[in-house]
């Protein structure tokens, strides 16, 4: 039974047993995990006096503790867990988007409605994002999750529709493709059935990679000030840091340490893309 | 190919056009009515109500209809004129984008140049040498994960604070006079030395991975393995491969070019560097709503400038566009 069952999913096979994908993972998980289970774990809230301001990681604030005197664990923690919302939802909605452009486009490639598609992706791509980002939030007096998210796909989206619509011009043409269309089946069924599940894997792969963009776009508007309104985020810990001049009085803890969490799950999931890349690419696999 | 110049220069004509029309209506969309605070504000300065009036007048024209209002807005972009700024009240903002953006330019194009090459150069050299690969893959991966205003942080903290090689805040020592003498330049030199390094760094792995990708991709395809059937050295298959490898890297470059301006604000955030980015996040702070549409404006301009000259690079390094162009194909 399990041998039929890893012959017939040989991919998820090469996949789950990628070194590459393993250890990503592991980090990847660890990180969430701090997200979501941290803040219990810390007896203090990120924004009362919970030491000695000025102090080094030791036993009693793992992270150190501040100028004011708030432990960076907990700020930490409590950061992520924002920022790490809002680089999903942010990412799942840009991939969203660039998946259901990039399909469109590609399956009328050559046509005007693919012009103008591809028109408005090139317009985005060329617009710095953080400079829209910032003039759109600099308006947004109120700026929650949810708002923060939909600014941040907003610009996260065109590389993707530009990547998925020329592997749906590849796959259009396919003689099985071409089999649906004259058995004259709705559009959406053949995007659906023909082309999108078999860029599953390619999909998913950009799914992640998007995310990370999108994290990173994420905490440089915090970091400027421009992130959700209410409560902490990574990027404002950063941003306090800088103000504060922790850098210059050699707080490494509170400098460096929350940003180094997430560059840190950030390159955790590009070991898994690449890994992925090698599992479900056969030429790849070889290496 | 006159055709694929005319088809892009449309789209970045429309990108600016869009990019003002957003100027133009985002102030009047948002809650909480930025322009009354504006007149609240201006109305305190010495002289501010005239100016403000003049102002309100050229930009705003509230009582007019709104096409009447986005046409005046449209001249006024065309006169290159602005408005004032607030913060630095009375200087037009034409004025303050000027000085800052030299700034911009200088640390901007030598940090993406050299880490296009040296990135190319680097992923090359890992994609044909497995034990490099190993070790240089992680940091890539690592470099292109980090933001850019983090790795601000961690040089500055290196390198600045705890070693003191360089300085880390602001373009010049308060001392100097900004001129054209050894000193300023060595001066200048030093303060730019980092924030350079900041992007360099984070754009050099982006680029790395992407051409040792695409050597490995180079190096399984049949051209390249029926050259190595022939006996070709191992260089020479490298150097095709490379070859081939650098047209998406070029492609990819124009992709960038936003990122890293983007990049660019938060980093001249971290070391108080005068660019536009530092000035362009003090006018959100200090809602200096003209100085910050400008500087918008002024930042699209620049990545639309940065696109075109690489557009017309790519069709010099593409031998199929270049080729076209002369009639040979």
């Known amino acids: 039974m399990a041998k039929d069952f890893w012959k017939k999913h040989e991919n998820l096979y090469y996949a789950i047993t990628n070194k590459k994908v393993i250890f990503g993972m592991v980090i990847f998980t660890l990180v969430v995990l701090l997200a979501i289970f941290g803040p219990m774990f810390s007896p203090y809230e990120y924004d009362e006096y919970a030491g000695d301001p000025y102090s080094p990681p030791s036993r009693q604030h793992l992270f150190g503790t501040n100028i004011m005197g708030n432990d960076v664990f907990t700020m930490t923690v409590y950061g992520l867990r924002t920022t790490l919302l809002v680089g999903f939802i942010a990412g799942t909605i840009a991939t969203i988007i660039g998946c259901i452009v990039g399909f469109l486009a590609g399956y009328y490639g050559g046509s005007w409605f693919d012009e103008i598609l591809m028109g408005l992706t090139n317009i985005f791509v060329v617009i710095p994002q953080l400079a829209l980002l910032i003039i759109l939030s600099a308006f947004l007096e109120v700026r929650g999750i949810l708002v923060m998210s939909i600014i941040v796909s907003i610009t996260a989206w065109p590389w993707l529709a530009r990547a998925v619509r020329a592997q749906t011009l590849s796959l259009r043409n396919q003689e099985y493709v071409n089999l649906s269309r004259i058995s004259s089946l709705k559009v959406s069924r053949i995007l659906r059935e023909d082309i999108a599940s078999n860029m599953f894997s390619y999909i998913f792969m950009s799914y992640i990679l998007q995310f990370n963009g999108t994290m990173l776009a994420t905490v440089q508007l915090e970091f400027l000030g421009l992130g959700p309104t209410k409560g902490i985020s990574l990027g404002l810990v950063m941003q306090n840091a800088v103000n504060w001049n922790a850098i210059q009085l050699g707080m490494w803890w509170w400098a460096i340490i929350p940003g180094l969490i997430l560059t840190i799950m950030i390159t955790a999931l590009y070991f898994v893309n690449t890994g992925l890349d090698a599992a479900f690419n056969p030429r790849l696999r070889e290496m | ?329």
């Open chain 2, 1 to 329: 190919m006159a055709r694929y110049l005319s088809k892009k220069i449309l789209i970045y004509a429309i990108t600016f056009f869009l990019a003002v029309t957003l100027n133009f209506i985002i102030p009047r969309l948002m809650p909480g009515d930025p322009i009354q605070s504006l007149v609240s504000r201006f109305a305190v300065m010495e002289g501010g109500t005239e100016i403000l009036e003049r102002q309100l007048i050229l930009l705003f024209n509230l009582d007019e209809p709104l096409i009447v209002q986005y046409f005046n807005y449209w001249k006024s972009i065309f006169t290159g004129d602005f408005g004032i700024s607030i913060m630095q009240f009375p200087s037009p903002v034409t004025e303050i984008i000027k000085k800052a953006i030299i700034y911009d330019i200088l640390l901007l194009v030598p940090a993406t140049i050299l880490s296009w090459i040296v990135g190319n150069k680097l992923g090359a050299f890992s994609g044909v040498n497995k034990k490099a690969d190993n070790v240089l893959m992680p940091i890539f991966y690592f470099l292109t994960s980090s933001p850019y205003f983090w790795l601000a942080g961690v040089v500055s903290f290196f390198l600045g604070v705890k070693l003191n090689f360089f300085p880390i805040s602001g373009a010049y020592s308060v001392s100097m006079v900004p001129g054209f003498n050894w000193p300023f330049i060595v001066d200048y030199l030093k303060h730019w030395f980092l924030p350079f390094l900041s992007i360099f760094l984070v754009e050099l792995g982006g680029w790395a991975i992407g051409m040792r990708n695409m050597i490995i991709y180079e190096r399984s395809s049949n051209y390249s393995r029926y050259m190595g059937a022939l006996g070709a050295s191992d260089k020479l298959i490298r150097s095709y491969g490379f070859r081939n490898g650098v047209l998406p890297q070029v492609t990819g470059l124009a992709l960038r070019i936003a990122g890293i301006i983007g990049g660019a604000i938060t980093v001249e955030t971290v070391f108080n560097y005068p660019g536009l980015g530092r000035i362009m996040l003090n006018s959100v702070l200090n809602q200096d709503y003209f100085l910050l549409q400008g500087i918008f404006l002024a930042i699209v301009i620049m990545a639309l400038v940065a696109n075109f000259l690489i557009d017309i690079i790519y069709m010099f390094i593409d031998p199929r566009v270049r080729l076209s162009f002369t009639g040979e194909v």
